[in-house]
């Protein structure tokens, strides 16, 4: 029973019934979801750094703050940011703090809250105990802690030009559980933006599910700000069917502990992923990122860019796998992982990886990691530019690869805004 005993120690009897004794006004149902859930997770093993997934993580702080007592959230608003809860014409502004989704406002039909619904047996196919990844230790612990799910389903043919703004709050001591599921149907799009705040001393266990359904597309961007004493984990699955298009980014600016792994299925033909994502941790920080493709449709196309910054004494993990069946046919695959070390103490451990098993396709990967080029920050400072400011220079550019990728006007405005106040590195 892999490391039963150990997560029994960690986990008394007294924890596990607080965390899945649910809450008077939820079925039966979902307080069975969370002990099925339980029991998986006593067939799995503790996190370790021998793990591909769980490379230079700090283990010990991870696995002492998973197992704290703080699994119990009020339902007040009151770490809510005023701004936050403000209407905007142009975007639904939905918060998760205190362990729960809100909104201000009254949400429209394609956007449903598990705690808000009445009816809430309208959320149980979301929550099959067949249906989840019962191999995932950040996952299966999401589905014992979480106490809301947010769902964001279109209609067919629906077009959702309202950007969807979701905000995941700082929180203290806590170890939180968001989950969130988009369905895009048939020839529908949507278009979504997600914060993580800046939380002290705590975990968010983060899982995102992906279903877009044919001719349907869908624009994801997220921003992870720093995490100091803090750990993010996040679980992300994707499916796309035929003639599907997603395109997601991400930028990470490290944690205790940061990690994100997503794993993508494409399963219809002409269906693709646009993957683009930036890490930029500094001081004792660290960011990982592990990213799998499969093909398994035939005129299919992959895209994954990385780009890493990284200082001081940061760390860094990029794991990309692209597959491809033997009996996929013409398809597109590209991987590129390019780092840059600012400091000696910095280091990243990149793996980029094919596993092709048909002739019929298009596929390349690259991974360099270095320092700044000497020869290009020479030229500045002939220049006239004074050194901090060509090096600033210059670690801009680089990050405008990434950067550069978001071509919606309107995401672009709000990235700006939120770089500007938080600052890049």
């Known amino acids: 029973m892999a490391d039963q005993e150990k997560i029994k120690n960690l986990f008394s009897f007294e924890k596990i019934a607080s965390i899945t004794s649910g809450k008077p006004d939820y079925p039966d149902w979902f307080d069975e979801f969370k002990r099925l859930s339980t ?18 993580t700090k283990i010990n702080s991870l696995t002492k703050k998973l197992f704290n007592d703080d699994f119990n959230f009020s339902h007040s608003a009151n770490d809510l940011i005023v701004e936050d ?23 429209p039909s394609h956007i449903k809250i598990l705690s808000h619904i009445k009816d809430k047996d309208k959320f149980r196919d979301l929550l099959d105990i067949k249906k989840e990844n019962n191999s995932s230790f950040s996952s299966t612990l999401n589905s014992i802690i979480l106490s809301d799910l947010l769902l964001i389903e ?75 004493n803090s750990h993010y984990l996040g679980t992300q699955d994707i499916e796309a069917s035929e003639n599907a298009r997603i395109k997601f980014f991400l930028w990470d600016f490290g944690g205790d502990t940061s990690k994100t792994v997503t794993d993508t299925k494409l399963l219809g033909k002409k269906s693709e992923i646009n993957y683009s994502a930036l890490f930029t941790p500094n001081k004792y920080l660290h960011s990982g990122n592990q990213i799998k493709i499969n093909h398994e449709a035939s005129h299919t196309k992959s895209k994954i860019k990385v780009r890493g910054v990284l200082n001081d004494h940061s760390s860094g993990v990029f794991y990309g796998k692209i597959k491809v069946k033997e009996s996929v046919t013409k398809t597109s695959a590209f991987m590129e992982n390019k780092n840059l070390l600012l400091s000696d103490d910095a280091s990243i451990s990149s793996k980029p990886i094919l596993e092709i098993y048909n002739d019929d396709t298009e596929c390349s990967h690259s ?40 071509t919606n006007k309107k995401i672009q405005d709000i990235f700006k805004k939120y770089l500007v106040q938080s600052g890049q590195l």
């Open 85 to 107: 809860t403000k209407k905007d014409p142009n975007k639904i502004t939905i918060s998760f703090s205190n362990g729960i989704y809100m909104c201000s406002e009254e949400l």
């Open 154 to 228: 279109t209609s067919s043919n629906q077009k959702v030009d309202t950007l969807i703004h979701i905000i995941n709050h700082a929180s203290n001591e806590a170890n939180l559980a968001p989950r969130i599921e988009i369905r895009a149907a048939t020839n529908s799009s949507v278009k979504i933006l997600e914060e993580v705040r800046t939380s002290n001393d705590s975990i968010m266990n983060h899982v995102l599910r992906v279903n877009c359904q044919k001719n349907a597309n869908i624009e994801f961007y997220k921003v992870i700000q720093r995490q100091e």
């Open 367 to 406: 991974a360099t990691s270095g320092s700044i080029d000497k020869e290009k920050l020479f030229y500045l400072k002939t220049r006239g530019i004074d050194e901090v400011e060509a090096k600033s220079f210059l670690v801009n550019s680089f990050i405008e690869e990434i950067s550069g990728e978001i």
């Open 39 to 56: 029991k998986n997770l006593m067939d799995q093993n503790l996190p370790s750094i021998k793990d591909s997934e769980w490379e230079s």
